[in-house]
Every structure is written in C-alpha cells, then in structure tokens.
C-alpha cells in the first residue's frame, strides 16, 4: 500500500517535471535545469557519503572537470552533446579514480582533508594552466551544435535544454538507483556501517571505496558536463571548494539515507537561495540557521524525516 | 600422520613494552576443537588478532594448510578459509538480520561485484541466508533490524555470518558471553553439531569451562601471552603448572575446579 503511494508520488513528480516549462513563469526553467543538474551531482556524492560512509570534500574537482570536458569539446571540435557528455563522464571518473586511488586508504577525517587537498590542487590547476584552459576567465564562447543520435533539437531553447536536462538525469538516476540497490551496493552499504566486519567476510574494502569513489566520479562528472551549455562557461569556480560544499550540503539537508534525498536538497537549496538572495544580501546566513536547524534537530534530512515517520506510522 | 590446517611457530606480540603474546607454539589438526583458556588479559584475543589478519605479529610466522599466511590482510586470510567472530558484537546494525547474512554470503559467491543485479531478488542467496538462520535458531528474526533484537540473538547472528563464508577453520572468540544459560546451552549444542559435522576446525575461546569441557578436544591455556600448557581435558587439568598458575592452588579442590568462572 504505503510502496504504492510513494511509486504514485514518484510518477506524479516526474509528470511535473515534465509539464514544468508550460505552467512556472519563464524564469523557473533555469530554476528547474538547475536543480536537476545539481541534484544528479547530490546523488553522486551520496553513492560515497551516504551509502558508503566516505564524506568527500572534493568532489567539485569531478563536476568541474566534466563541465570543462563539454565545453572544450564543444568550443574546438564541435562534437554532438551526447558524446561530450559522455567523455565528461569519462573524465570525471578517470579523476576520480586517481584521487580515489591516493585517498581511499584513509579514514574519516583523513579521507575529507585529503580530497579536500586534491581538490584545491585541481582549483588551482584550471586557474593557472592558462593555455589550456583561458584562466580565470575560463572555456567560454562555444555554440551549441547537434544532441546526438541523429535527434534534431535546439538546445539553446531553455525548454528545450530543460528537458534534454530532465532526461538525462532519470536514466542516470535510474542507472544510480540500480547500482545502490544492487548486491555491490549492499557491500557499500555494509561497509558504512561496519568496514572491519566486511573484510573479514573476504572482501577488500579500499577497492569497494575506490569503485564507488569512481562511479561517483563518473556522475558527477555527467552532472558537470550538462552544466558547461547551461551556463555557456566553464570557469575555475566551479571546481572551487565551496562547490564541493554543495552536494555535502544537499544531501544533508534533503536526507542522506534515502536515494531522493539528495534531490530533494537540491531543490530545497537551489529554491531558497534564489528566494532569500532576491530579498537580502545574507543568503550564508539564511543557510547557515537552516543547516544548524536542520542538524539539531532533523538529523535525517527532510525527506528522510518525513519518509522515517511516514513509513513507521502505523 | 596428517599435516595441521595452523602452525604456529614461535607467535608474539608486543604492545610498546607489554608482551601481549609471548612465543606461542601450536599446531591444530583438521577438525579438531581446541579451546583457548586463560584468565583476561591473557593475550587470546591478541592471538586470534594475528591469526585472522588484523594485526601484525612481532615476530613469528602462522601457516595455513602449509602455507604462510603471517601479516596477510584480513580479507586475503579469509578467502583461504578463515573466518572468525569478534567478542564484541560486530554485526550490521541497520540491515536486517538476513541481509546480514546475505553481505557475507555475496561476498562468498562473488555477487559483491555485480553491479545491476537486484540484491533482494537473489533467490540462491535468500534461500542460503534462510537455511543458516534456521540453523541457528534465529530464523524467524530475518527480518527485524539486526541493531534491535536481543544481545543473545546478536551473538547467534555473528556465528550466522562467520558461517556464511564456508570457511575451514572457525576461530570464536568468547561465543557464549553474555549470553542466558538457555542461551549457552543452545550455542553449545550447535557448535557440537557443527563439529561433529566434520566440515570445521574449531578455536573457541571461553570463560565458561563448562562449555570448554563439553566442546574442546583439546585446551590451550594462556597466561600472561604466554602458553602454560596444551592437552588433552584430563592432561590441562591435571598439569600441575596450571593448577598453581591458573585453577587455583588448591589441589584438593577437585571439584571447585571444574565450576570455577575463570
Ligand atoms: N591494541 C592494543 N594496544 C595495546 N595493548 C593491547 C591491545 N590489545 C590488547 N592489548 C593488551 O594485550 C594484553 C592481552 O589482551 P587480550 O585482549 O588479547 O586478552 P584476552 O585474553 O583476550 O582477555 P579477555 O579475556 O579479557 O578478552 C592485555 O594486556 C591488553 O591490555
Ligand atoms: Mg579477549
């Protein structure tokens, strides 16, 4: 009954998302790409952070990369998206897998300082590597040319871009959603809430972290190379720590125990900071009371919260 | 004669300047039960440490079956057929008790790398995980959280997953602490059984000497990480380096012996 309504809820949600650019004012378009794109890049993170219990502070490196992958290949090659996207997810894993490689022996905090320290290498990298990748002024100028797979769209429509975005990140989501539920993604899991245990079963645990570090790696790159025609740049920033916050962020706030949490974060993030920066300066704030909330007391984020009690009542 | 399944030559293990075990030699037989005894602090969690991989010895080498198997990773020593308890619960806590099982049962079978298949939907690993719990009493606990049910139950349900993985030689590491006497003498039945089975080598470790004399074929006893002595019930209870050292003084006290909680 309770699996019904909530598979109800899902597909109601999904022909929202779909129907969105014909009933919200122009301006949520944007709003909504966003939020798809950012929650793909929650998701991610959540494969290492919540299914596996490895908390990365790095992981804008992954996202960045992917939206320079897209953006160059877009400004010097001209290649279909499709196949930018895919070289985006390829890089972000490839990333990924080397940072993974030199991080995933260490532990908790360990583990956060040292993606946190690769990260900031890698800021550093695309701000200074100026032939390469134009500096703080970043890939900027491409057009955007076919999709790929012979369909005819026009991206640059933001409806349109909309919902390439849209289905790019269901059948990502769905691909994710496998993998967690998965008998691999039931060794994540078993490894978040008891390492030792699981390498006693026989099982390296370093090489389960690094391929769920690299498969996170992958999507998030995916995430970064949708972002490189929706915001016609790829800029240092975005692989700047503060990026890697976000999906930390998100997932908290939108409840790191169930796969949508993170999704949820991200709208919830995305709205309110769009919200609270049209009214005050002091967006940090307005975020900073929210997460302290938050942690105090709806420890499991909000859609975990409502799903803990919703599922538990009678 | 056939060759032992463990050799251990000469095993230490310092902590800074406290010698937690101190030379220890042993040699067990395929299917034999061999309790360790010795009073805390006598180095037999340190012992099962080194064996099962999870730490170094200082010096000193362990052989599986003939093979040296002395500082391998936990996992490495795991796939050759070794599989142990912890004496401190160390379960899944948010999994069900049957996913519990089925982590390590998914290990076994290799599922652990697949990707796209449907963990819930893996009949075979079900139906494993079902069987052993059965076994061990615990069968209709399948589907509550594992943090939630019963210290006793726990305790069956680590013996469930140290099971799951088929190995050759079982080290249990005080299996029945804690546990109710209705308990004890339940884990003890089933250890019997599994002994008897002929498909394991048995390490117990045990305050309970009741349970020691019901299951071992044979005692080590430790004192102070070192070997007092090794035997058959009769041949550790009457050496007389243990009756000073260990049961107590008192010779005359046959009786008090075979009660006394160590
Ligand atoms: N990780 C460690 N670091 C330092 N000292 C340790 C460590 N582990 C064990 N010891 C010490 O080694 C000695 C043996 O401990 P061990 O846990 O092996 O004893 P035990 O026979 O299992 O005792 P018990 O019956 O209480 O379980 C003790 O003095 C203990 O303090
Ligand atoms: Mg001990």
Not at chain 1, 133 to 139: E, P, R
Request: aromatic share 10%; charged share 15%; proline share 3%.
């Amino acid at each position: 009954m309770k699996s019904a309504i909530l598979l109800g809820a899902l597909v109601l949600t999904v022909i929202l998302l779909i129907a969105l650019p014909w009933v919200v004012p122009y301006f949520y378009i944007f709003i909504g790409t966003e939020i798809l794109i950012m929650g793909l890049f929650a998701a991610s993170f959540n494969l290492v952070f919540g299914y596996t219990g490895m908390l990365s502070f790095g992981h804008a490196a992954f996202f960045g990369i992917g939206t320079y992958a897209t953006a160059m290949l877009l400004l010097h090659l001209q290649w279909p998206l499709l196949a930018c996207l895919l070289v985006s997810m390829g890089m972000g894993a490839l990333l990924a897998l080397v940072i993974g490689f030199l991080s995933v022996r260490l532990n908790e905090v360990y583990f956060a300082m040292l993606t946190l320290a690769f990260g900031m290498m890698v800021f550093s990298i695309a701000h200074m590597w100026r032939s390469v990748t134009n500096g703080s002024d970043g890939i900027a100028g491409f057009t955007l040319g076919a999709f790929g797979l012979g369909i005819d769209l026009t991206l640059g429509n933001p409806a349109v871009y909309y919902h390439v975005v849209l289905a790019i990140v269901i059948v990502a989501s769905l691909v994710l959603y496998l993998i967690c539920r998965s008998s691999f993604g039931l060794i994540l899991q078993a490894i978040r809430q008891n390492a030792e245990r699981v390498s006693f079963c026989g099982l390296n645990i370093r090489l389960y972290r690094l391929a769920a570090f690299t498969i996170s790696g992958a999507f998030a790159g995916l995430a970064g190379g949708m972002m490189a025609p929706f915001l016609r740049v790829a800029s240092p920033e975005m692989m700047h720590w503060s990026t890697s916050a976000e999906p930390v962020l998100m997932s908290i706030l939108g409840g790191t125990g169930y796969f949508l949490g993170p999704y949820v974060g991200s709208a919830l993030f995305v709205l309110l900071e769009t919200w609270i920066t049209s009214v005050t300066q002091a967006w940090m704030l307005f975020l900073g009371i929210v997460l302290a909330l938050m942690v105090m007391f709806f420890r499991r984020g909000i859609l975990g919260t409502f799903l803990d009690w919703w599922l538990d009542k009678k | 004669m056939t060759d032992p399944i463990l050799n251990i030559h000469n095993l230490t293990k310092r902590f800074g300047g406290n010698t937690a075990v101190s030379g220890i030699n042993l040699q067990v037989m395929p299917r034999e039960t061999l309790a360790i005894i010795g009073p805390n602090g006598a180095g037999k969690t340190t012992f099962y440490n080194m064996v099962s991989g999870r730490m170094q010895p200082t010096e000193g080498t362990v052989e599986l079956n003939g093979h040296d198997i002395t500082g391998l990773k936990p996992h490495k020593i795991s796939r050759m057929g070794v599989s142990r308890s912890f004496q401190i619960n160390n379960i899944f806590p948010e999994m069900t008790v049957r996913q519990n099982v089925e982590v390590a049962l998914s290990a076994f079978h290799g599922y652990s790398r697949k990707l796209f298949n449907l963990a819930s939907g893996n009949r075979k690993v079900q139906e494993e995980a079902d069987e052993l719990l059965n076994r061990l009493s615990i069968g209709e606990l399948s589907s509550q959280r594992a943090g939630i049910i019963s210290y006793g139950d726990k305790r069956l349900l680590e013996i469930a997953v140290v099971l799951a993985t088929r190995p050759k030689l079982v080290l249990l590491d005080e299996p029945t602490a804690g546990m109710t006497p209705e308990e004890t003498r339940r884990v003890t039945k089933l250890i019997r059984s599994l002994a008897d089975s002929g498909d394991y080598t048995f390490l117990i470790t045990e305050h309970d000497m009741g349970v020691v004399f019901d299951l071992a074929d044979r005692i080590l006893v430790m004192h102070r990480g070192e070997s007092l002595a090794v035997g058959t019930v009769e041949e550790v209870k009457n050496n007389p380096d243990v009756k000073k050292a260990y049961l107590g003084e008192d010779e005359d006290d046959e009786d008090g012996e075979k009660e006394a909680a160590v």
